[in-house]
């Protein structure tokens, strides 16, 4: 009877570690393709990829496309699809620049005033999609041709430069070193220290909670060896970004904003309702959740987000141009997809989003620094697209 019993609590524990195996490669599995393109693209280009200066560039170069895709996963997890917004950041950034170059409006009411703009013109979208049930596809195809047509028409074709050195920095500036660290910028590696202790106090106050409540957890190697990592990842980053300029400002608006959305998505209430939607709107709609108000809303964050991303990238190229936004959508549908986000609906994260834009942006500075043509690039991430919505699809038939 004690064998019988000690077999059947090894096979539970077996199978409860095969299961949780699973479960973190499915998790963690676009963070090892990450990786690996990383340590593909630092071989091929000589150690170039991974120096201090190329880093803190793909940081700015692929900031506003990080912006979009945080608000377009929120789209995809409804089941929808916005194809305007590199159409409406080209065209908000356009009002930016009439509004603080040629009319010198103040920086903080003209991002406020943009920002706004942003957000009307979502919740247009918002209500034929959701009130008068237009596809998405449709009415985002339509937005994408008027914002585009009206950036034209605003911007007379011609470019609107410069921007005051206060709306740049919102793109390009740096934080202050506060500890004067010289060649070092002391205050990053405080702040990488910082979010180390934060990592650890957190992981510790969840794997609690998962034992409080019985919950499968890894072993106390593996749980360490995780915590281990991720520190040694926060830190060695900080340090290379203390060796250039410090922490981008740029990168704290990034790092709110992730917090915030994943804050929203996992522990609210309104993030369960935006799942419940992608996953089934008729069961959900039955079960009390507003739909149609959810889905207007999840289209004026997009707005908003659109608007966010248009002025992010005025302020990096100092101009606001006819030709921004140039594909933009795409990169952030592409990014969502490579994250993690199903096409079907109801599946998908933000972090999933954010390291989906980092595969994306990093293959495209690769691509770039080893001399390969923007065709082949093009070619090559239709593919990688591709392969992602492939994969989803190979899952969800496994799964059914």
């Not at 937005?143 to 793109?171: C, D, E, H, N, W």
């Not at 939607?277 to 289209?299: P, R």
């Not at 992010?312 to 030709?323: E, G, Q, S, V």
């Amino acid at each position: 009877m004690q064998t019988l019993a000690s077999l059947a609590k090894k096979n539970k524990k077996q199978f409860s570690m095969t299961s949780m195996a699973k479960k973190n490669m499915r998790q963690y599995s676009m963070i090892i393709a990450l990786i690996f393109i990383m340590l593909l693209f630092q071989i091929l280009t000589e150690g170039i990829l991974l120096k201090p200066l190329n880093i803190t560039n793909l940081i700015l170069q692929n900031s506003y496309i990080l912006v979009l895709a945080i608000g377009m996963v929120l789209v995809i997890i409804t089941g929808h699809i916005d194809l305007s917004v590199g159409s409406i950041a080209a065209f908000v950034g356009a009002i930016s620049g009439i509004l603080i170059v040629q009319h010198h409006m103040s920086t903080f009411m003209a991002i406020i005033i943009s920002l706004l703009i942003g957000a009307i013109i979502g919740a247009w979208q918002g209500f034929w999609v959701a009130y008068m049930k237009i596809p998405a596809f449709i009415v985002t195809l339509a937005g994408m041709l008027l914002f585009r047509g009206l950036t034209m028409i605003v911007l007379k074709g011609q470019s609107i430069a410069p921007y005051p050195k206060s709306f740049q920095g919102m793109s390009s500036g740096f934080i202050p070193d506060l500890f004067g660290g010289g060649s070092i910028h002391l205050l990053t590696i405080v702040i990488g220290i910082l979010l180390s202790i934060i990592l650890i106090f957190s992981e510790l106050k969840n794997r609690r909670v998962q034992l409080k409540y019985q919950f499968d957890v890894p072993p106390t190697s593996v749980f360490v060896g995780k915590i281990v990592v991720l520190v040694g990842i926060i830190n060695v980053f900080s340090y290379v970004l203390s060796t250039y300029n410090g922490i981008p400002n740029i990168l704290i608006t990034l790092a709110i904003l992730i917090l915030a959305y994943t804050f929203v998505m996992r522990k609210t209430v309104v993030g369960r309702h935006i799942y419940a939607i992608g996953g089934n709107e008729k069961a959900a709609l039955l079960s009390g959740v507003k739909t149609k108000k959810m889905t207007f809303w999840v289209f004026v964050n997009m707005g908003a987000l659109s608007a966010l991303s248009g002025l992010i990238f005025a302020a990096r190229l100092n101009a606001a141009t006819p030709k921004a936004g140039n594909l933009f959508e795409l990169d952030a549908i592409a990014a969502c997809f490579i994250g993690g986000a199903s096409a079907y609906g109801g599946i998908g994260t933000v972090p999933g989003a954010i390291i989906g834009g980092l595969v994306m942006g990093i293959m495209n500075n690769g691509m770039s620094l080893i001399g390969l043509g923007i065709d082949w690039q093009q070619a090559i991430k239709g593919l990688v697209l591709l392969a992602a919505v492939a994969f989803d699809i190979y899952n969800k038939n496994k799964a059914s």
